[in-house]
C-alpha cells in the first residue's frame, strides 16, 4: 500500500503566520571539550538567531562530572535555554544538529567528548516516538544536570507524560551538580 499523507495530520512548519501554535520548548546544552563556555554561549546565540524563536530565559551554568560516559572523560559545564517557538520538534533538532556541527561536535567515539551537545527536551505538549526524534527527551526525568538548570528558569513547565519541573528536580539526586559564577547572556 503507498502512503497518502493523513489530511488531518498538519505538519506545522508547513503552516503561516498566527496558524502556528507558539510551543514552550526548552533545549538542554552541554560541553566537556575545549572553551565549554564559549560553546554553551554560541549555543544560545545560535539557537535564537531566529524571528522563529523568542528567547525567554537561560539558566546558570553548572558543572558536574560526566554520567555514562567513558573513563577518565572531562567534566561538563551544562545549562538550559528555554524559548518560545513555533517551529516543529524536527526543524528544532535540525537547528540542534546544525548548531553543533557549527561548533566543531564530533560523532567518532560513542559519548566521547564534545565541544557541543544540544538536546531538544520538550516542545510544549507534543509528543514524538520516531526512532530518530523522542519528545520529551527519553533520559530527562534521571538527569539532575537538566532539571536543575531547568527548575532555576522554568519551574512550572509540566512535561509531557512526566509532570513539573520542579517536582522532577526534586526528584533527583543533585549532588555533584554545582552552580558556577560564570553566567551566559541572551543576545539584545
Ligand atoms: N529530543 C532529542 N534531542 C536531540 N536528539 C535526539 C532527540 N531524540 C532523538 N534524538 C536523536 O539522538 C541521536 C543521538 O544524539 P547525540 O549523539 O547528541 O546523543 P547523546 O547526546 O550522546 O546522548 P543523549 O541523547 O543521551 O543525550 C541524534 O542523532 C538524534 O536523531
Ligand atoms: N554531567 C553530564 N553528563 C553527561 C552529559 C552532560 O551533558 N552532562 N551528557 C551526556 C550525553 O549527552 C552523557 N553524560
Do not use: C, K
Request: net charge negative.
Amino acid at each position: 500500500m503507498t502512503n497518502v499523507p493523513n489530511p488531518n495530520v498538519v505538519d506545522a512548519d508547513t503552516l503561516t503566520g498566527d496558524l502556528r501554535p507558539l510551543r514552550r520548548t526548552a533545549f538542554a546544552l552541554g560541553s566537556n571539550l575545549g572553551d565549554r563556555l564559549e560553546f554553551l554561549q554560541a549555543a544560545v546565540d545560535t539557537l535564537t538567531d531566529s524571528s522563529e524563536i523568542v528567547p525567554v530565559a537561560v539558566s546558570p551554568v553548572y558543572e558536574s562530572e560526566p554520567v555514562g560516559t567513558p573513563e577518565g572523560s572531562p567534566r561538563f559545564l551544562n545549562a538550559v535555554l528555554v524559548v518560545d517557538t513555533t517551529l516543529s520538534p524536527r526543524s528544532l533538532m535540525e537547528r540542534a544538529q546544525s548548531t553543533e556541527s557549527a561548533y566543531g561536535r564530533t560523532r567518532d567515539v560513542p559519548n566521547g567528548p564534545r565541544t557541543l551537545d544540544i538536546d531538544v527536551l520538550a516542545v510544549g505538549d507534543v509528543t514524538s516516538d520516531d526512532d530518530d526524534l523522542h519528545v520529551p527527551h527519553p533520559r530527562l526525568a534521571e538527569r539532575a544536570f537538566v532539571l536543575v538548570p531547568w527548575a532555576d528558569i522554568d519551574p512550572d513547565f509540566s512535561v509531557p507524560g512526566l509532570g513539573r519541573v520542579i517536582d522532577l528536580s526534586s526528584a533527583v539526586d543533585a549532588t555533584g551538580v554545582r552552580r558556577l559564577d560564570e553566567a551566559l547572556e541572551i543576545p539584545a
